[in-house]
């Protein structure tokens, strides 16, 4: 009788582990997902703020073509990312484009004092401190995540649902260059010319 006490003691104890460990599986997993999904909110509307953007600058230095499609392009980028590998190759190409942006306002008093591209500027650059917190906290869950996948017997429930690693939001090699916004200006300049 002792013995069969025990065991079931032993079998609920096991079971109720496996449980635990499927729930906080599922758990790490959502968490990734989530989070995941605050990034592409974020980046979502700082495509519209970028458009928004581009068609006050535009507006007011449309003979800087160059300057115009780069960010056009980096736009479109945005709008095709559906991984954390491809939204962070063109978080830098939208970066480095929007701060030739904010260099050409500079040279164009007009577009400078315009209080709509001031609120613009602004607002990205709000919006690109967000998604890099963000980004932070998507890496974390998923560093998290990895881990159950490596521990047993999360790895088993992993494998029988198809999860599968994850890989952190990582910045590009040119996120680590320097942008020499100069030389794209000028560029800009002599093919018009």
Request: charged share 30%; proline share 2%; hydrophobic share 40%.
């Amino acid at each position: 009788m002792i013995a069969g006490f025990g065991a079931l003691v032993v079998g609920y104890s096991v079971v109720r582990y496996l449980s635990h460990a499927q729930a906080r599986l599922a758990e790490a997993h959502e968490r990734c997902e989530k989070t995941w999904a605050d990034i592409e909110v974020l980046l979502e509307r700082r495509r519209s703020e970028l458009e928004q953007l581009i068609d006050l600058t535009n507006e007011h230095v449309s003979h800087e073509r160059d300057l115009l499609e780069g960010l056009i392009e980096a736009r479109e980028g945005a709008i095709d990312a559906q991984s954390p590998e491809e939204a962070a190759s063109v978080a830098v190409s939208l970066r480095e484009t929007a701060r030739e942006v904010y260099a050409l306002s500079d040279e164009y008093p007009e577009l400078a004092s315009n209080d709509r591209f001031e609120e613009l500027s602004d607002s990205i650059q709000r919006l690109e401190q967000r998604i890099e917190d963000r980004r932070e906290r998507y890496n974390e869950a998923v560093a998290a995540y990895n881990v159950l996948l490596n521990t047993f017997p999360e790895s088993v429930f992993a494998a029988r649902r198809g999860f599968t690693r994850r890989q952190p939001f990582v910045a590009s090699r040119g996120a680590h260059e320097g942008v020499d916004v100069g030389d794209r200006l000028d560029g800009g300049a002599t093919t018009e010319t």
